[in-house]
């Protein structure tokens, strides 16, 4: 024992040594590796406060201009005082039709200190109102713009990137926003807004100003610079971009001098710590080479041992080879299953992934590229003709509610195996995919020998009836489905699947059909001939003071839409204009007839506009919740005094017409009411004041006397209670838009 003692020392010394040394290597790698985790949790913590910051910026500006636009559209919708410019009737009445209209546009500039400059275009005589000037377009220094929105399809555009555009003193660089009125029509003209990038410099300027360190770049949607404080390429970035503006911003923090050194030493972290890794690889590697051949000279024996004694074995008891080869090839099945999997599950993904960006275009795919891609994905290439349908579930939100997650894919899953195998008996192969939850996209592939000339249209809404028909025998929902039209060449399969979309979108106008191609679209006119926001305001206004009359405004407000031939969403947003502006009026009824019941109708008719298939189903639904609410107002009206007061009042009114003397005085001395009392009961329960409720009647008078007598305008003046004939012809037109001969002259032309 003393003899080994000496051996003992120096085999621990030799172990606490080497492992010391790999110990003195390990401390700086976790020393080093805890800074790097600080700085990814520094870097990702100025991300996270610059995401923010920009965001709140780019919300703040996304105001702003939201402001902007709002005050426009309201103008547009609800004051006369503007749109007296666009109007015929008013043409030679230059006080009305320029001089007003200047007016506004100068206090619309007062209230917003952004806006640079505001015109208005008129389009049956091409001339350009501005705050200072009336203008033929010929003449006018900013007319491009006008011309490039009357060449422009769509009635709603964003606001624009920079351009270099009018102003009363020089050409800027401006921010624009087009504006067409009626909003839903454009047939009248164009309101132009703009804002210098100025003005939105300065305001981002004013909101940064304090922050030393904050760098800030502001992007519109073409990409151009609005604004820059940026100095140092390398601060910390985020980038937010708004839906609405179509803007970005870029937003950072300036780094210290401790942050460079960290960020600097973070680029080659990598390589620092494989560096420390190999270190201790070899440390380890070296020390246990060492220290352990003692160790692998009694392993060797070991296994020297066990081979004889397994030869041994064998000789005694046989080796079952078979069983070796047979483990061995289930191990290998088993591998090559696995990968099988993997590889079918990538396809899968593949394909849904190319399907996508090949109906929304988002890359232009040649014909040879098409059949390459197809070969790689698996499925056949040799195809000419192709026609895309779109399938929509009707009612998703019942349907979501119906069944459970499983129940919706399996159903989901039924529908596109029926797509399938209807297809397949029409002698036609199709590749269909769900684009979203409630909608289901289907590439119809004709073969190049299969097409049978112009009847392609009608074969394609067979297989879509057919498929409709399926769905009412066996499924408890329903679908509709829209069909694009057939184009010859894989890279225009994206028109096809966007006049898939319209037809779908324009469904609702063309009545209960589940079925729509885009060819329909074509032979029907999409020129919208009416505005139904004009009878709007007569429907809230007679709703609102309890007159039945409300139910003609409304009656004419859908009759206007079913002529004027409106997309899905565009009835909606009507609807839900009526529902907001009737909102608004409700608010101002005594407290005793608002509440919290009339706040649950309001839900009521909101969930009705987001909630219909057909046109005929929305106009039914508003009308019978409409009708509940004005029952539910009336009866708790016919309990209080003051509603039955002012309706006496407005009987007398309608009967006492002509009499020039009326007045809240006359009305005051007659009911024994004070005449403070008299005007806030017609403001509260009628919803508009004495003055404008005669003006109203005298005004419908003298349209039945204008209509069918031959009378002069001076002897119904006299008749309706007006004593002097330009005060009658000031309150007609403002009431109508027409001066009493040109009513005339109207219904004239009508009878």
Same mark, same amino acid.
């Not at 080093?32 to 996270?48: C, G, H, I, P, R």
């Not at 919706?408 to 596109?416: D, E, G, R, Y």
């Given at each position: 024992?003393?003899?080994?003692?000496?051996?003992?020392?120096?085999?621990?010394?030799?172990?606490?040594?080497?492992?010391?040394?790999?110990?003195?290597?390990?401390?700086?790698?976790?020393?080093?590796?805890?800074?790097?985790?600080?700085?990814?949790?520094?870097?990702?913590?100025?991300?996270?406060?610059?995401?923010?910051?920009?965001?709140?910026?780019?919300?703040?500006?996304?105001?702003?201009?939201?402001?902007?636009?709002?005050?426009?559209?309201?103008?547009?919708?609800?004051?006369?005082?503007?749109? +007296?410019?666009?109007?015929?009737?008013?043409?030679?009445?230059?006080?009305?039709?320029?001089?007003?209209?200047?007016?506004?546009?100068?206090?619309?500039?007062?209230?917003?200190?952004?806006? =640079?400059?505001?015109?208005?275009?008129?389009?049956?005589?091409?001339?350009? $109102?501005?705050?200072?000037? #009336?203008?033929?377009?010929?003449?006018?220094? %900013?007319?491009?713009?006008?011309?490039?929105?009357?060449?422009?399809?769509?009635?709603?555009?964003?606001?624009?990137?920079?351009?270099?555009? &009018?102003? =009363?003193?020089?050409?800027?660089?401006?921010?624009?926003?087009?504006?067409?009125?009626?909003?839903?029509?454009?047939?009248?003209?164009?309101?132009?807004?703009? #804002?210098?990038?100025?003005?939105?410099?300065?305001?981002?300027?004013?909101?940064?100003?304090?922050?030393?360190?904050?760098?800030?770049?502001?992007?519109?949607?073409?990409?151009?610079?609005?604004?820059?404080?940026?100095?140092?390429?390398?601060?910390?970035?985020?980038?937010?971009?708004?839906?609405?503006?179509?803007?970005?911003?870029?937003?950072?923090?300036?780094?210290?001098?401790?942050?460079?050194?960290?960020?600097?030493?973070?680029?080659?972290?990598?390589?620092?710590?494989?560096?420390?890794?190999?270190?201790?690889?070899?440390?380890?590697?070296?020390?246990?080479?060492?220290?352990?051949?003692?160790?692998?000279?009694?392993?060797?024996?070991?296994?020297?041992?066990?081979?004889?004694?397994?030869?041994?074995?064998?000789?005694?008891?046989?080796?079952?080879?078979?069983?070796?080869?047979?483990?061995?090839?289930?191990?290998?099945?088993?591998?090559?299953?696995?990968?099988?999997?993997?590889?079918?599950?990538?396809?899968?993904?593949?394909?849904?992934?190319?399907?996508?960006?090949?109906?929304?275009?988002?890359?232009?795919?040649?014909?040879?590229?098409?059949?390459?891609?197809?070969?790689?994905?698996?499925?056949?290439? =040799?195809?000419?003709?192709?026609?895309?349908?779109?399938?929509?579930?009707?009612?998703?939100?019942?349907?979501?509610?119906?069944?459970?997650?499983?129940?919706?894919?399996?159903?989901?899953?039924?529908?596109?195996?029926?797509?399938?195998?209807?297809?397949?008996?029409? =002698?036609?192969?199709?590749?269909?995919?769900?684009?979203?939850?409630?909608?289901?996209?289907?590439?119809?592939? $004709?073969?190049?020998?299969?097409?049978?000339?112009?009847?392609?249209?009608?074969?394609?809404?067979?297989?879509?009836?057919? $498929?409709?028909?399926?769905?009412?025998?066996?499924?408890?929902?329903?679908?509709?489905?829209?069909?694009?039209?057939?184009?010859?060449?894989?890279?225009?399969?994206?028109?096809?699947?966007?006049?898939?979309?319209?037809?779908?979108?324009?469904?609702?106008?063309?009545?209960?059909?589940? #079925?729509?191609?885009?060819?329909?679209?074509?032979?029907?006119?999409?020129?919208?001939?009416?505005?139904?926001?004009?009878?709007?305001?007569?429907?809230?206004?007679?709703?609102?003071?309890? +007159?039945?009359?409300?139910?003609?405004?409304?009656?004419?407000?859908?009759?206007?839409?079913?002529?004027?031939?409106?997309?899905?969403?565009?009835?909606?947003?009507?609807?839900?204009?009526?529902?907001?502006?009737?909102?608004?009026?409700?608010?101002?009824?005594?407290?005793?007839?608002?509440?919290?019941?009339?706040?649950?109708?309001?839900?009521?008719?909101?969930?009705?506009?987001?909630?219909?298939?057909? $046109?005929?189903?929305?106009?039914?639904?508003?009308?019978?919740?409409?009708?509940?609410?004005?029952?539910?107002?009336?009866?708790?009206?016919?309990?209080?005094?003051?509603?039955?007061?002012?309706?006496?009042?407005?009987?007398?009114? /309608?009967?006492?017409?002509?009499?020039?003397?009326?007045?809240?005085?006359?009305?005051?001395?007659?009911?024994?009411?004070?005449?403070?009392?008299?005007?806030?009961?017609?403001? +509260?329960?009628?919803?508009?004041?004495?003055?404008?409720?005669?003006?109203?009647?005298?005004? /419908?008078?003298?349209?039945?006397?204008?209509?069918?007598?031959?009378?002069?305008?001076?002897?119904?003046?006299?008749?309706?209670?007006?004593?002097?004939?330009?005060?009658?012809?000031?309150?007609?037109?403002?009431?109508?838009?027409?001066?009493?001969? %040109? &009513?005339?002259?109207?219904?004239?032309?009508?009878?």
């Amino acid at each position: 024992m003393k003899a080994a003692l000496p051996f003992a020392k120096t085999w621990l010394h030799r172990w606490t040594l080497s492992y010391i040394l790999i110990f003195l290597i390990l401390i700086p790698l976790l020393m080093f590796s805890l800074l790097m985790a600080f700085n990814d949790v520094s870097q990702k913590t100025a991300a996270e406060s610059n995401r923010i910051f920009a965001g709140q910026l780019l919300q703040s500006l996304e105001n702003e201009l939201q402001l902007i636009d709002n005050l426009v559209s309201n103008e547009i919708a609800a004051d006369d005082t503007m749109m +007296d410019f666009f109007k015929k009737g008013l043409r030679e009445e230059r006080f009305y039709s320029s001089v007003m209209p200047g007016v506004k546009l100068k206090n619309m500039m007062t209230a917003m200190p952004l806006i =640079e400059s505001i015109y208005l275009y008129r389009t049956y005589d091409a001339t350009v $109102l501005t705050p200072l000037s #009336v203008t033929p377009l010929e003449e006018f220094s %900013d007319k491009q713009i006008i011309i490039e929105a009357l060449a422009e399809p769509s009635l709603n555009r964003p606001w624009m990137s920079i351009r270099r555009g &009018f102003t =009363e003193q020089e050409p800027r660089e401006l921010l624009s926003l087009i504006k067409y009125t009626p909003l839903f029509t454009g047939t009248d003209g164009v309101i132009v807004v703009n #804002v210098k990038t100025e003005s939105v410099a300065r305001l981002v300027q004013s909101m940064t100003g304090s922050l030393e360190n904050q760098q800030v770049s502001l992007f519109d949607r073409g990409g151009s610079l609005l604004y820059s404080n940026a100095l140092d390429s390398s601060f910390v970035q985020s980038t937010s971009a708004s839906d609405y503006l179509g803007w970005s911003i870029q937003s950072g923090v300036a780094n210290g001098h401790l942050f460079r050194i960290v960020t600097a030493l973070s680029k080659y972290s990598i390589l620092i710590l494989l560096g420390f890794c190999l270190l201790g690889v070899l440390g380890i590697v070296f020390v246990s080479r060492r220290n352990l051949q003692p160790v692998q000279s009694m392993i060797d024996r070991i296994q020297q041992y066990t081979e004889k004694k397994s030869a041994e074995l064998f000789r005694k008891e046989g080796h079952d080879e078979f069983k070796f080869i047979e483990s061995a090839l289930e191990h290998l099945l088993e591998q090559a299953g696995d990968y099988q999997k993997q590889q079918d599950e990538n396809l899968f993904f593949r394909r849904k992934t190319f399907f996508h960006e090949w109906l929304e275009g988002v890359q232009t795919i040649q014909p040879d590229d098409w059949q390459e891609e197809m070969r790689k994905l698996k499925l056949p290439h =040799e195809y000419g003709p192709f026609f895309v349908s779109v399938i929509k579930i009707n009612r998703y939100s019942t349907f979501n509610h119906a069944y459970s997650r499983r129940d919706q894919n399996l159903l989901k899953f039924v529908l596109s195996g029926v797509v399938k195998e209807t297809a397949e008996l029409a =002698e036609t192969r199709v590749w269909a995919e769900w684009t979203g939850s409630e909608q289901l996209a289907v590439v119809h592939m $004709l073969p190049p020998s299969g097409r049978e000339g112009p009847d392609h249209e009608g074969r394609a809404k067979e297989v879509a009836e057919e $498929l409709i028909r399926w769905v009412q025998d066996h499924l408890h929902f329903t679908v509709s489905i829209g069909i694009g039209t057939c184009v010859e060449a894989a890279d225009q399969v994206h028109e096809s699947y966007m006049e898939a979309i319209e037809a779908l979108a324009y469904m609702p106008s063309l009545g209960t059909e589940p #079925v729509v191609g885009y060819w329909q679209l074509a032979t029907i006119s999409r020129l919208k001939s009416g505005n139904p926001l004009q009878f709007v305001r007569d429907l809230v206004i007679a709703f609102r003071a309890g +007159d039945d009359s409300w139910e003609d405004s409304y009656d004419r407000m859908f009759s206007d839409i079913r002529d004027g031939f409106y997309s899905r969403e565009e009835v909606s947003s009507l609807a839900g204009c009526m529902v907001f502006f009737l909102q608004k009026e409700l608010a101002n009824l005594p407290a005793e007839l608002s509440g919290e019941w009339l706040q649950e109708r309001i839900v009521g008719l909101e969930e009705a506009v987001n909630q219909w298939e057909t $046109l005929e189903e929305l106009e039914r639904e508003l009308r019978g919740r409409l009708f509940g609410m004005a029952q539910g107002i009336a009866e708790m009206r016919v309990n209080k005094g003051n509603f039955r007061l002012v309706q006496d009042m407005k009987v007398y009114l /309608e009967e006492h017409y002509a009499n020039p003397d009326l007045s809240l005085q006359h009305l005051s001395d007659t009911f024994g009411v004070h005449v403070k009392t008299v005007s806030r009961l017609f403001k +509260d329960e009628l919803g508009i004041n004495f003055t404008e409720q005669l003006s109203k009647i005298r005004v /419908e008078r003298a349209k039945e006397l204008l209509s069918f007598t031959g009378e002069s305008v001076q002897d119904i003046t006299a008749r309706v209670g007006y004593l002097h004939p330009n005060t009658f012809i000031r309150v007609f037109k403002k009431l109508t838009g027409l001066t009493p001969g %040109d &009513f005339r002259r109207q219904e004239q032309v009508k009878g």
